[in-house]
């Protein structure tokens, strides 16, 4: 391995000095983060490279003295200045910070600096940092679809009219709240949005608001100053601050607790926030995606989202259908978990069998896109032929047997499914009112009443508390 690499993005040139090198795989690493990308590139070592052919000149001289430089950090620090003097292309080095400058680095001239060993998430922001000058560059649009629409798998009705407007959200500043229920890619939309958005070069932070303790909430979103609190010793930033210019992604928005969506809404309107013990607000450039598992009329029922923040969240809504309505969906899903996990366990499995493909279909999915993939996971992992079997599917709940439905069975199943959620999502709308509801359904009380027995649905949950003073 030699010490500086020259990676080729589709057009883009970028040299890659490894500072731990020849020790260190690290570029070996770049590529294979691009690779698990989808994005087309090619490491090659400068020392095999005319000079001509990736300066866009005679750079001989300078960029010879470039590998050199890459021994150790000392020699970068006292020579890369004037190497950089008239390079053409970015640099970006891998080093250590205990044993490089990265500040001086920078002075020098060097575009970025990450942090051995390199990682996708941050890498690939400051790839795309170095390229997003360049509006027809081929490597940056083929990193836009593979992080954002390309990874949105499906040919459903429902499911692309959903995608169809993913695009449409990032290109305007908006609030997006996404819903659906665990499981169905309610992240890798609201990463879609992100990096199709003129913030894609900016951080992308998810957070999964019900995963935060309930008295660390306000401190991990907005920060505090030293002396806020007992043991507050020094400024902390929250992950507002850390996510200045790019997205922050709220997963679970209803586990935020009351003060913290009181706090949120302010964020949402003003654009700034108060770091906990802080006098001053400061003013914060993110946009923020929101997302829940539950429908948002039940969980503004039942005290857990305030009304007044929903209807500042709920300015582009993005409702994600479950798998079980996008059967269609599923062998396109399984066939693309099927090519990542052969890949990543050295595989060479080519195909499901029928039978296989058939317990996939008639499974409901309760965990949806999720569930499926860490099947077609385990079933790479059990198979020892060219294609998954039926005995590879290992579902717990599911049918032993590999019978495909026939045609009244999988109506009356479907039909079933129809019928559960268009009942509480009446209910949901009405608050529990069993009349109210049946009247929008156009069907008598006594009728409508039967098919809730007839389902096990519990009008109940659906009503709004008391409050009482």
């Known amino acids: 391995m030699v010490p500086a690499d020259f990676l080729v993005l589709d057009g883009s040139r970028i040299l890659v000095l490894d500072c731990d090198a020849p020790r260190s795989s690290h570029a070996a690493a770049v590529a294979a983060i691009l690779d698990h990308a989808g994005c087309h590139q090619e490491i090659r070592p400068v020392a095999r490279t005319p000079a001509a052919s990736w300066s866009g000149g005679d750079r001989g001289p300078e960029f010879e003295a470039l590998i050199a430089v890459g021994q150790n950090g000392s020699r970068v620090r006292e020579s890369l200045p004037e190497v950089l003097r008239r390079a053409e292309i970015p640099v970006l ?25 390199p990682t996708p998430a941050g890498l690939v922001p400051r790839l795309w940092r170095l390229i997003r000058r360049s509006p027809g560059n081929e490597f940056r649009r083929q990193l836009k679809q593979n992080l954002g629409l390309a990874r949105l798998i499906g040919e459903a009705p429902q499911f692309l009219a959903e995608v169809r407007k993913a695009p449409l959200a990032a290109q305007c500043d908006v609030t997006v709240i996404i819903t659906g229920e665990t499981g169905v890619g309610k992240e890798l939309f609201a990463r879609a949005v992100h990096y199709l958005s003129p913030r894609a070069g900016g951080p992308f932070n998810p957070v999964n608001c019900g995963a935060i303790p309930y008295d660390l909430v306000e401190n991990e979103l907005f920060g505090h100053v030293a002396g806020a609190f007992t043991g507050a010793s020094s400024n902390h930033p929250g992950l507002i601050e850390e996510s200045e210019g790019g997205t922050l992604f709220l997963d679970e928005i209803d586990c935020l607790s009351p003060l913290a969506q009181v706090k949120l809404l302010r964020l949402l309107q003003e654009k700034e926030y108060r770091p906990l013990g802080s006098a001053r607000t400061r003013s914060a450039d993110v946009r923020v995606i929101t997302a829940m598992n539950t429908p948002p009329e ?35 899903l399984a066939r693309h978990f099927l090519g990542r996990y052969c890949a990543e366990y050295k595989k060479t499995i080519t195909a499901f069998a029928p039978e296989a493909i058939a317990l996939l279909v ?19 992992v059990l198979s020892s032929g060219e294609r998954i079997e039926s005995a590879d599917i290992l579902i717990a709940g599911a049918r032993s047997d590999s019978r495909v439905l026939s045609l009244r069975e999988q109506k009356a199943h479907l039909i079933a499914q129809f019928e559960v959620n268009y009942l509480q999502r009446l209910l949901a709308a009405h608050q529990g009112n069993v009349s109210r509801a049946a009247q929008a359904a156009r069907k008598n009380r006594r009728a409508f009443f039967e098919l809730l027995r007839k389902h096990n649905i519990d009008a109940e949950q659906f009503r709004q508390p008391r409050i009482s003073f």
């Open 93 to 117: 080095v891998l080093a250590d910070v205990s044993s490089v400058d990265a500040i001086d680095l920078m002075k020098s001239g060097v575009a970025d600096v990450v942090l051995p060993p």
């Open 362 to 380: 008639e499974y409901d999915w309760p965990g949806n896109v999720r569930e499926l993939e860490h099947v077609v996971q385990r079933a790479v």
């Open 298 to 332: 039940k969980a503004i029922a039942d005290g857990r989202l305030r009304r007044d923040l929903f209807y500042r969240i709920n300015v582009f809504p993005l409702n994600l259908p479950p798998l079980r309505e996008r059967l269609q969906d599923i062998p396109l």
